[in-house]
């Protein structure tokens, strides 16, 4: 997934913000923890994340910078299949017809096992990409005021 933008930045003003690990893993913690994995002074971060990898590139573009973020979700691991459950032995005769006699008693039903936990959806790459570049293209301060 690749989304770009034409950011009016300069490009060292966005290099400090995109080249620090904790302020790209603030950007991107949709993807869980972030790691930078490879730099290209100026250029290029590249960054691996719990949930998807990408790069971050910067080039000068007119009237700004031309930033272009790529993700590439990571592979989920396969759930692991559910234990079936063994089926209930029959009783032997002599249980049975005692059984028939005590049909009164309420036998409590052995409880389900728990629920697996429901893994975290992914999230949409392409959406928060684009919060991303909009969260750069913010001012971020407001300039001539008190």
Do not use: C, Y
Request: overall charge negative.
């Amino acid at each position: 997934m690749e989304v770009q933008r034409t950011l009016v930045k300069s490009p060292p003003e966005l290099w400090a913000e995109l080249s620090d690990v904790e302020a790209l893993t603030r950007h991107l913690a949709a993807f869980g923890e972030i790691t930078i994995t490879r730099v290209e002074p100026e250029t290029t971060v590249a960054w691996e994340g719990e949930r998807a990898s990408g790069t971050v590139e910067l080039a000068a573009s007119g009237w700004g910078t031309k930033v272009t973020l790529t993700a590439e979700p990571n592979a989920a691991p396969a759930p692991a299949p559910a234990p079936e459950p063994e089926p209930e032995a029959e009783p032997p005769p002599r249980r049975r017809w005692l059984r028939f006699w005590q049909r009164d008693e309420v036998v409590p039903e052995p409880e389900p096992p728990p629920a697996a936990p429901e893994p975290e959806p992914q999230p949409d790459p392409e959406a928060v990409l684009s919060k991303v570049l909009d969260d750069l293209g913010q001012a971020h301060h407001r300039p001539f005021q008190r």
